[in-house]
T-cell receptor
Framework: GAVVSQHPSWVICKSGTSVKIECRSLDFQATTMFWYRQFPKQSLMLMATSNEGSKATYEQGVEKDKFLINHASLTLSTLTVTSAHPEDSSFYIC???????????????FGPGTRLLVL | AQSVTQLDSHVSVSEGTPVLLRCNYSSSYSPSLFWYVQHPNKGLQLLLKYTSAATLVKGINGFEAEFKKSETSFHLTKPSAHMSDAAEYFCVVSERTDKLIFGTGTRLQVFP
């Protein structure tokens, strides 16, 4: 149980185009979803937190107009990289929690990640 | 502010020998601590978590970690390494919020 999928797993795009990445919770309802970015040989950095039906909360230094996050349902969140540039090339990972009595200590379940390459 | 330091970027062991992956944390409050494993082309998988209950935490695949407040450490151990344990391991801290702070990772290599 508790499977999170991401689509696509790989995407290559031209500079200036927009790319949408989907994150789905397959067997549970995700009250909260998170988007991370991972640079090569570095750690994961939280970009934003989104709750279903609410605006996402972005971490300091993350451009909300560039990284659009939509959490329209309890099983789907999307990250759109607008007007992508080569410096946006990275590995993007989402995670989700089901909510529950443990509150903020609920386990986050991670997707397999999406590798973005902007040419 | 909370932070995590993984003391080794690479650890190499022989199959069947013990594994020790070191992690130190910094937190103003009683934190929750986690170890996640990342295999190539797969999502991060939770190995174990500490949430202020027993200080010795047992996880999946024979891994365990001990929370030592006096040493601000949460080292991950396994008595006998298996080839399938080769992966990237992340120590993670969370402090009264669902925001996770990741360490820089330790790549574990297991030689036959």
């Amino acid at each position: 149980g508790a499977v999170v999928s991401q689509h696509p797993s790989w995407v290559i795009c031209k500079s200036g185009t927009s790319v949408k990445i989907e994150c789905r919770s397959l067997d549970f309802q995700a009250t909260t979803m998170f988007w991370y970015r991972q640079f090569p040989k570095q750690s994961l950095m939280l970009m934003a937190t989104s709750n279903e039906g609410s605006k996402a909360t972005y971490e300091q230094g993350v451009e909300k107009d560039k990284f659009l996050i939509n959490h329209a349902s309890l099983t789907l969140s999307t990250l759109t990289v607008t007007s992508a540039h080569p410096e946006d090339s990275s590995f993007y990972i989402c995670s989700a929690t089901a909510g529950g009595p443990a509150g903020w200590q609920e386990t986050q379940y991670f997707g397999p990640g999406t590798r973005l390459l902007v040419l | 502010a909370q932070s995590v330091t993984q003391l080794d970027s690479h650890v190499s062991v022989s199959e069947g020998t013990p594994v020790l992956l070191r992690c130190n944390y910094s937190s103003s409050y009683s934190p929750s601590l986690f170890w996640y494993v990342q295999h190539p082309n797969k999502g991060l998988q939770l190995l174990l978590k500490y949430t202020s209950a027993a200080t010795l935490v047992k996880g999946i695949n024979g891994f365990e970690a001990e929370f030592k407040k006096s040493e601000t450490s949460f080292h991950l151990t396994k008595p006998s390494a298996h080839m399938s344990d080769a992966a990237e391991y992340f120590c993670v801290v969370s402090e009264r919020t669902d925001k996770l702070i990741f360490g820089t990772g330790t790549r574990l290599q297991v030689f036959p």
